[in-house]
């Protein structure tokens, strides 16, 4: 079946740190990769995505690239802020799919 | 425009009781999906609309759960007899189509609360 493995939380950061959340996942075909991002208090929002293999997704400095060899779409971000403070979630859906398939949520605290 | 609404936002109900949860999806979007995201099994599908249409209920945990969708718009959860363990937030989310790469969005979700 579909997989995906994040990297367990809690992260606690501080300001302009480098942020690195592990993803990998196990899927069949060409799946669509996501990460999501749930600020506290506020529903899932989708905050990049690639679509097949070597895409990189990037939205509001933070970058992932589909890794097809490595299966993984790890996700980073150089500086971190403290409105960064959120639950991030890898997920995919397969090719040709619809259904949502989500690690287990990372989160992160970044502290002034 | 307006996105994703749910209601309620909160629900706590007693054992045994019914209860609905209501989605209005985006104006125009015809996939509808409900998922469910509590502490011991993470986010987790439950079922997909195309149109009024429900061709994958795979992901509802019992039969106690149904769901129905009218005029390819408002959709509609429903949990006969609640058990402590369906306690959870319940999202919903609408697609411009399905399936494939269109993204996903979410509504606030339902936390729903069982005594």
């Known amino acids: 079946g579909n997989s995906v493995t994040q990297m367990e939380g809690p992260v606690t950061l501080s300001e302009e740190a480098f942020l690195t959340i592990n993803c990998t996942y196990t899927?069949?075909?060409?799946?669509?990769l996501f990460w999501y991002v749930q600020y506290p208090g506020e529903g899932l929002q989708l905050l990049l995505k690639?679509?097949?293999?070597?895409d990189k997704g990037s939205n509001k400095g933070f970058e992932a690239t589909y890794r097809k060899e490595t299966t993984s779409f790890h996700l980073e971000k150089g500086s971190v802020q403290v409105s960064d403070s959120a639950v991030y979630f890898c997920?995919?859906?397969?090719?040709?799919?619809?259904?949502?398939?989500f690690g287990a949520g990372t989160t992160v605290t970044v502290r002034a | 425009g307006a996105g994703v609404s749910q209601s309620p936002s909160n629900k706590v109900t007693e054992k045994g009781k019914d209860v609905e949860l209501r989605c209005d999806p985006i104006?125009?979007?015809?996939?509808l999906y409900w998922y469910r995201q509590s502490l011991g099994q993470g986010l987790e599908f439950l079922i997909y609309?195309?149109?009024?249409?429900?061709?994958?209920k795979s992901g509802l945990p019992s039969d106690r759960f149904s769901a129905e969708r009218t005029g390819g718009s408002v959709s509609t959860l429903t949990i006969q007899r609640t058990q402590q363990e369906d306690s959870a937030v319940y999202l919903c989310?609408?697609?411009?189509?399905?399936?494939?790469?269109?993204?996903?969005?979410f509504g606030p979700g339902t936390r729903l609360t069982v005594t």
């Open positions: 609309f195309q149109g009024n249409s429900a061709p994958d």
């Open positions: 989310a609408s697609s411009l189509k399905s399936p494939g790469t269109y993204e996903q969005y």
């Open positions: 997920a995919l859906t397969p090719s040709n799919d619809y259904k949502l398939s």
């Open positions: 690639a679509t097949k293999a070597d």
């Open positions: 899927a069949t075909g060409y799946p669509s």
């Open positions: 104006s125009g979007h015809t996939a």
